[in-house]
Structure formats: C-alpha cells, structure tokens
C-alpha cells in the first residue's frame, strides 16, 4: 500500500473542509507547493489535489498552481474537483499525471464511460463519495457531497466493470477531516466484490494503526491530508508507505 498525501486548495491556500462543509474550513498557513515539497522530500511518490474552487463552481480553477506543484517538485499528481466536460478532461490531463472524477461519474455514466474508451485507464480514476445508509448500504453523493442519491457504490461499479475501469478511490464522507479512523468494513467489502480493482481509500485516517490496518486490507494507497497536515503521523511512521523514503 502506498500512502498518497492530499492537499485541498481553495483560493489558492491550503485549507480542510469537515466532512465536506465549505462553511466549515481550517486554513493552513503553507502555501500548497511548500506543502508538496515537504511531502516529496518524505517520500511521497504521488500527491492527491483537490480543487476545491472547481468543485464548487464545476469547472478546473487552480490547473495552474497544480501545474507548478508537478513541475517543480517532480511528483505524480492526480487532480479533482469540476471535471465535467471533456474539455475539462484534456485541460486537467495536460496539468495532471490522473484526473479524478466525481460527479459526473455518478450522474452521467455513459459520458465518463466514453471517456474511458477515449483514454488510458491509469490517467482516469473514479471518486465515489458514500453514506452509510441504516442497513449498510453505501450510498453515493455528489456535488461536494451535498447531493444524495440513492444509487449504491456495488450498482455503479458494475456499470463500469467494462470499460476498464482501474482506479477508484472512495470515501466514507462523514469520516472524512474528523480523524475518526477510516471505515475498515467499507474498504473490505470493496476488496472482497472488486479484488482486482486499485482502490483508494480516504476519510479519517488518524495514525500509523489506521495505515497499518488498511495496508493489511491490501487496499492500493491511502488518502491523508489533515492527519499529515497536522503531524499526527510522523515521518517515520510514514516511510513503509512511501516509495521514495
């Protein structure tokens, strides 16, 4: 498993939502490419950036900030937040190592799904953002998780099962920014139905038991950025996980 640091830039700063709340955000004082910098200089080999303007207003708002991230540092970057065009696509892709899409992945199958047969399968991959309903079903959300539906994680994967379908990270979103720890039964069950799949997993990652109890899992990497942020792993703890340590 490796570990992917994320960075959520809004307005050109470093910031975290809770649980997806633009009305609750903490700011950072680091600019994003120092952040990035210390990152690389870990060990980080990918870095996960949300465009939290693009996400807001459906269109890429900061690919040039993310452009000199990847330039500058020489890290893999993969980028979400407003892909909703296929114009979108090829300006994030020409900024971007992966572009993540979301929402429309979710709302408009059969446009992403032509995307997938437009493009590699590495530079794409799937967000698919959940809610644990009352029985355990994980249900998807959409539009910076403001959206409820009532389509499940299992029903849309098997919707893109032939297409190529390689990466997908997904979140439980009322863990993430609450360092509650990741949702193991979630990413397990993800593991059992779909074991060939690349899975990401992120929301509350808090510690080195968190990243030791999803490399167990044999998840693809872990998505971290408050816990990170904040030096509640230290870099020690962060080297199994990091290619380049």
Not at 179 to 196: D, F, H, T, V
Request: hydrophobic content about 45%; some cysteine; glycine content about 8%.
């Amino acid at each position: 498993m490796q570990l992917i640091p994320a960075i959520d830039i809004r307005k050109g700063k470093c910031v975290r939502l809770f649980q997806g709340d633009f009305t609750k955000e903490t700011l950072y004082e680091i600019e994003p490419i120092d952040l990035a910098a210390r990152y690389a200089s870990a060990g980080a080999q990918w870095l996960h950036v949300v465009d939290l303007d693009g996400a807001k207003i459906g269109r890429p708002i900061n690919l040039q900030l993310i452009t000199d991230i990847a330039q500058k540092i020489g890290l893999l970057v993969q980028v979400g937040g407003g892909i909703r065009t296929l114009a979108h696509l090829r300006k994030t892709l020409e900024s971007a190592d992966r572009v993540v899409i979301g929402s429309s992945a979710v709302m408009q199958p059969n446009k992403v799904m032509n995307w997938f047969n437009m493009f590699n399968a590495d530079r794409l991959a799937l967000a698919l953002d959940v809610r644990i309903d009352a029985s355990g079903m994980p249900l998807l959300t959409t539009h910076g998780w403001t959206q409820h539906t009532q389509v499940s994680l299992w029903h849309l994967l098997e919707q893109y099962k032939d297409v190529g379908l390689k990466h997908v990270l997904c979140t439980d979103v009322d863990r993430d920014g609450t360092m509650a720890g990741p949702n193991i039964k979630l990413y397990e069950s993800c593991r059992k139905r779909w074991p060939n799949i690349e899975l990401q997993a992120s929301g509350g990652i808090r510690n080195k038991s968190d990243l030791a109890a999803l490399a167990k899992l044999k998840v693809s990497a872990a998505i971290s950025g408050k816990a990170l942020l904040e030096r509640k792993i230290l870099i020690e703890e962060m080297a199994p996980y990091l290619p380049n340590a």
